[in-house]
């Protein structure tokens, strides 16, 4: 398998969780900030036509895009790493549950914040994350990760999303709950291994 990944961005969730599922894979990494272009010349629409990332490029060579899609795929395929809970389980849609309230109230509400415009609509989008993010301190009152004890795709993807905080002017520090979390998640050899992979 191969991803096609830009560090820092949302790509580094699945990244985080291949390294952890322990699967093979080779990183094909990118500033998508800088280009569109991939190391190996072609633009970033021959392999997703949304042209975004991530992309994980199959062994058949068909191409896998969307974030939620991705981690459950890498999950998996290592059933072993518990990166997900198995199929048809109530767990299972517990975590689908958690990677949609990611993906759609706090990660595409950064985008606001990052995407030129008013500021009046960057206050507002900084407004409704805190109070997204004041959610998730409060359930991390009683647990390790977000489904509990065990380290999901959806502790992955939201430790990349809320690395982002200080890039939007996000204060996160009355939230006692989410410091101790990041700080969790960040002391996981997966994590330290994605930062050095990237430079971190």
């Known amino acids: 398998m191969k991803l096609y990944t830009a560090p820092g961005s949302c790509s580094?969730?699945?990244h985080i969780s291949l390294i952890e599922s322990g699967l093979d894979y080779e990183?094909?990494?990118f500033n998508l900030r800088e280009t569109r272009t991939l190391p190996?010349?072609?633009d970033l629409s021959a392999i997703n036509p949304k042209g975004y990332v991530p992309v994980l490029e199959l062994d058949n060579g068909?191409?896998?895009?969307?974030n939620v899609a991705i981690l459950q795929y890498i999950?998996?395929?290592a059933p072993g790493s518990k990166l997900?809970?198995?199929n048809g389980t109530l767990e299972r849609v517990r975590l689908q549950e958690w990677l949609a309230y990611i993906n759609s109230e706090i990660h595409k509400t950064c985008a606001l914040v990052f995407m030129p415009g008013p500021d009046e609509i960057k206050d507002a989008a900084r407004k409704r994350i805190m109070g997204r993010i004041?959610?998730?301190d409060e359930k991390l009152a009683d647990k390790d990760f977000l489904m509990g004890g065990q380290f999901t795709v959806a502790d992955a993807y939201l430790f990349i999303v809320l690395s982002w905080a200080?890039?939007?002017?996000?204060?996160?520090?009355g939230f006692a709950n989410i410091q101790a979390y990041l700080d969790r998640v960040a002391g996981m050899d997966c994590v330290k291994r994605y930062r050095e992979a990237v430079g971190q």
């Open 27 to 29: 990183a094909v990494m």
């Open 84 to 86: 997900a809970p198995p």
């Open 134 to 136: 004041g959610y998730i």
């Open 40 to 42: 190996d010349g072609r």
């Open 75 to 77: 999950a998996d395929q």
């Open 62 to 66: 068909e191409f896998l895009t969307e």
């Open 12 to 14: 580094s969730a699945s």
């Open 166 to 173: 200080p890039m939007i002017q996000l204060d996160l520090s």
